[in-house]
């Protein structure tokens, strides 16, 4: 009887220390792979090219969403304490629309942050993305922290990022 109330108890402790991430339905531990056409049109950069190292944003955004528009005019503000963040942004919109919101924020100068179209339409099909902005957070190893949908600011993505 002695033994398994004792097996009981380190169980129930067991259970209650080990954590273990909450995954929405259809997505997978490892940061999938999946292409972004860069902004001269040619050249694709695939997902599985990242290293890993380093924290991975995903930002799937619509250049004329004000929600986007103000987390990246904040990340870029505060790029001195997110300049070990690696971001990919992406979106649907046509490249002339990327191409304005790349000068307008100048995002080029970051080497940080890549930005392009996702053509195939990733986001919406993997993620289930609502609409924008819609970060898909991973860690260093690459393997999923969280889901951040909405208007957002910095503090709350360094929160995510270092939790």
């Known amino acids: 009887m002695r033994v398994l109330l004792l097996v009981i108890v380190l169980a129930g402790i067991i259970s209650c220390t080990k954590h273990s991430r909450a995954l929405p339905?259809?997505?997978?531990?490892?940061?999938?792979?999946?292409?972004?056409?860069?902004?001269?049109t040619t050249v694709k950069f695939n997902t599985s090219k990242i290293p890993k190292g380093q924290p991975v944003v995903l930002f799937f955004f619509g250049p004329d969403c004000p929600y986007c528009q103000s987390l990246t005019r904040e990340i870029i503000k505060r790029m001195d304490e997110l300049k070990n963040v690696r971001f990919y942004m992406a979106t649907v919109a046509g490249f002339n629309e990327i191409?304005?919101?790349?000068?307008l924020f100048?995002?080029?100068?970051?080497?940080?942050i890549t930005i392009g179209k996702d053509v195939s339409g990733f986001f919406f099909t993997y993620y289930k993305a609502p609409g924008f902005p819609y970060l898909a957070i991973y860690d260093k190893k690459k393997e999923f922290k969280q889901i951040v949908i909405g208007g957002v600011g910095v503090d709350s993505l360094k929160k995510v990022i270092n939790s």
């Open 99 to 103: 191409q304005m919101y790349d000068t």
């Open 106 to 112: 100048k995002l080029d100068k970051y080497k940080n």
């Open 25 to 40: 339905p259809g997505i997978d531990i490892d940061l999938p792979s999946f292409n972004i056409q860069l902004l001269d």
